[in-house]
């Protein structure tokens, strides 16, 4: 199907984008198709899709898999869901809200609100029931803070890659969509890991990591004395045994050097 087909397709369905849900269609068939050759799906695959919407994604990820669970908190998308496919199971509800236990060894699919993006990250990478991989549609600025190396890294970095392998698949342009977005976007593909990247007490790994970034600009020794409520020459101690030089800012710091301080002031 043409995008100018896909176009006249959501126009006949009289479904009109809602604001307050982050709605915008996407209408550009290579983008369709490159998401899900990103996912990965093989024929004995279950996927679980976020936002199906009127299903355009939908009918291309039913072709593949062997089951698909689409949730949708719009209600005025279900009847343009029921006929796409018999494997497919529609669940109407808030991802946020929704209760993914009775998944599996599952894979994600999503054209997430921009709003909610970091939310239903944390519900899927730090729950109990996390998926083999996300395959996503955000905003391209997001995709590529969470894609991003020391000196550029960020909570949101560090709170994806502790949990899995993040990949900058392309750019979406905004006009793909109906109605355009005022920004572009972005595919980004998640391999979880089987594990976290090291073990910690995760509570306790982002207290530390949170205290760091919580004074932008300002040396990790400042924001960890002030987040952390250590004095300046305990922290000097700290940074020091755990190997990173005294000027050093948190966006500069590694996954693996991160690891290193938390163990460090666990220990302490």
Known sequence: ??????????????????????QNFLVEPEVLDEIVASAGIRADDTVLEIGPGLGFLTERLAQQARRLVVIEKDERMIAHLQSIASNLEIRLADILDSDLSDLTDYK????????ITSPIFRKLLSGTNQPASIT????????????ARPGKMSVLALSVQY???????????????????????????IEVFDQPAFAADEKQLFRLIKAGFGEKRKMLRN?????????SESVMSLLKDAGIIETARAQELSLDQWQSLYRTWQAI
């Open 136 to 147: 996503a549609l955000v905003q391209k600025e997001v995709a590529e803070r969470i894609c």
């Open 163 to 189: 949990y899995g392998e993040p990949r900058y698949v392309r750019t979406v342009p905004a006009d793909s969509f109906v109605p355009a977005p005022k920004v572009d976007s972005a595919v980004l593909h």
């Open 223 to 231: 924001s960890l004395a002030g987040g952390l409520h250590m004095d």
């Open 108 to 115: 994600v699919v999503a054209n997430i609100p921009y709003y």
């Open 1 to 22: 199907m043409t995008r100018q087909e896909l176009i006249a397709r959501l126009a006949q369905s009289g479904v009109r984008a809602d604001k307050s849900l982050g």
